[in-house]
């Protein structure tokens, strides 16, 4: 597929979806999340990628929404608008709900969208150039559909702050409140990026699809029986699947596991 705001290099198994309107600083619009949509869904049929990397050209990782479509859309009727919305909406979950692990290597902008397609990726690397914000308040408006990813990310407490203030947040602060796992200089951006790519390249890759939707059944599932349940029966089938199978006899026999340098 060609590409008119993006640009994806595959290098042996991770995929970089590159947004690239720098003029712009990658702010989206209808046709961003359209490509987006296009291009996790392509990503997601591909066996070969085990890492998906989210990262922005220019001077910045995402400015968040175009604001001469996000006027357009308001002129339009609400059904057209609802519709417009949806888009964005499900683009968001659909990164969010990869079975690969996402990674966003964020620099400069990250505000509104670009803050929510941070937090909608499983790890979010930043250089200390990097500023986030969840600005929509300032337009007279609310961070919609990326709040769930947002509220996730850095939780209620800190959302009531931030999306009420639309205040900057510099990296530490970031760091401090759960949005960003490392922080680096940014000349060390790609070296701190491989470093984490790595360590994921170690793990199996239908164990680390399992621990992701792991994540989404547990995580605000009260502790109770149904859990209980649910959480053996879930290592259980892991237990039994060829991947675990690979993975013990290759620490009995100190060698590294087929899926290393593969597709297991």
């Known amino acids: 597929m060609q590409y008119e705001f993006l640009?994806?290099?595959?290098?042996?198994?991770?995929?970089?979806?590159?947004?690239?309107?720098?003029?712009?600083?990658n702010a989206f619009n209808e046709g961003v999340i359209s490509e987006l949509q296009a291009a996790l869904n392509a990503i997601e049929d591909d066996r070969e990628v085990r890492v998906v990397v989210l990262a922005g050209r220019g001077k910045s990782f995402s400015a968040g929404a175009d604001?001469?479509?996000?006027?357009?859309?308001?002129?339009?009727?609400?059904?057209?608008?609802?519709?417009?919305?949806?888009?964005?909406?499900?683009?968001?979950?659909?990164?969010?709900h990869l079975s690969k692990p996402t990674i966003a290597r964020v620099h400069g902008a990250a505000l509104g969208g670009g803050m929510g397609l941070a937090s909608a990726?499983?790890?979010?690397?930043?250089s200390t150039d990097a500023k986030f914000a969840t600005s929509e308040v300032r337009l007279g408006l609310a961070p919609s559909t990326i709040s769930p990813y947002v509220i996730r990310a850095i939780g209620e407490r800190q959302a009531r702050r931030y999306f009420l203030t639309a205040e900057r947040i510099d990296t530490k602060t970031a760091q401090h409140i759960g949005l960003v796992h490392e922080l680096c200089q940014p000349e060390d951006l790609d070296a701190t990026m491989d470093t984490v790519i790595q360590a994921i390249l170690q793990g199996a890759p239908e164990a680390q699809a399992a621990s992701k939707s792991l994540i989404d059944a547990v995580a605000t599932h009260p502790v109770d029986e149904d859990l209980i349940t649910m959480t053996a029966e879930h290592i259980a089938n892991l237990r039994t699947g060829l991947e675990a199978k690979e993975g013990l006899r290759a620490f009995l026999d100190k060698r590294v596991p087929a899926?290393?340098?593969?597709?297991?």
């Open 67 to 96: 604001l001469n479509w996000m006027k357009k859309a308001g002129e339009a009727a609400l059904e057209d608008n609802v519709a417009d919305a949806c888009k964005l909406a499900n683009m968001l979950y659909t990164l969010s």
């Open 7 to 25: 640009e994806i290099e595959k290098q042996g198994q991770v995929s970089t979806v590159w947004l690239n309107r720098p003029d712009l600083h």
């Open 259 to 264: 899926w290393i340098g593969g597709i297991s």
């Open 121 to 126: 990726c499983d790890i979010c690397v930043a």
